[in-house]
């Protein structure tokens, strides 16, 4: 139990255009996910936290218009990385925290997309 | 704001042996969470263990089990009985204890472990 999707596990896009990044909880509702960049041999960095039907909190230096979260059901939190640029080529992941969790801060970590901005 | 800082960017044993991850962190809460995360080369974060800050009981999963030191405020992961797969990175996590909506992970910068045959 508790697993976490995130599709597409990879992404390739020109820059300049935009890509949208899913992240779902299988078989548990999430009221709450977070999505974290990583870049090469580093550790994570959270962008954004998201609360199922309300907006996202962004982290201290994240774009909110550039990195779009939506959140629109328990199960669902999408991330759009909008007008790309190469600097956003980076790895992506994304977390849940059950509804029900079994320990407090229990989150659940989804494999991760790497994106690739050209 | 809390700070995670691992010191070892890097460690190498042989299988079967036993290693040792450090980790220190910086907070004013009394309350909180400490995790170990492993990242192995599949990028998929697994939770490794955990350790609440009220419990002085040190958290023990099979070979894997802490040194909790909260005076120090030390936290140091060992891995008996090494084996290949525990090759790895290593992330050290701090959360404030549990606020509705805002149990954020502050991550350390990790350790890459490598198991030696």
């Known amino acids: 139990g508790a697993v976490v999707s995130q599709h597409p596990s990879r992404v390739i896009c020109k820059s300049g255009t935009s890509v949208k990044i899913e992240c779902r909880s299988l078989d548990f509702q999430a009221t709450t996910m977070f999505w974290y960049r990583q870049f090469p041999k580093q550790s994570l960095m959270l962008m954004a936290t998201s609360n199922e039907g309300s907006k996202a909190t962004y982290e201290q230096g994240v774009e909110k218009d550039k990195f779009l979260i939506n959140h629109a059901s328990l199960t669902l939190s999408t991330l759009t990385v909008t007008s790309a640029h190469p600097e956003d080529s980076s790895f992506y992941i994304c977390?849940?925290?059950?509804?029900?969790?079994?320990?407090?801060?229990?989150?659940?970590f989804g494999p991760g997309t790497r994106l690739t901005v050209t | 704001a809390q700070t995670v800082t691992q010191s070892q960017p890097e460690m190498s044993v042989q299988e079967a042996e036993t290693v040792t991850l450090s980790c220190t962190y910086d907070?004013?809460?009394?309350?909180?969470?400490l995790f170990w995360y492993k990242q192995p080369p599949s990028r998929q974060m697994i939770l490794v263990i955990r350790q609440e800050a009220y419990k002085q009981q040190n958290a023990t999963e099979n070979r894997f089990s802490v040194n909790f030191q909260k005076a120090a405020k030390s936290f140091s992961l060992k891995i008996s009985d090494s084996q290949l797969g525990d090759t790895a990175m290593y992330f050290c996590a701090f959360m404030k204890q549990f606020v509705q909506g805002a149990q954020k992970l502050v991550f350390g910068q990790g350790t890459r472990l490598t198991i030696n045959p």
């Open positions: 907070t004013s809460e009394n309350n909180y969470y």
């Open positions: 977390s849940a925290r059950a509804v029900k969790a079994p320990s407090p801060g229990e989150q659940y």
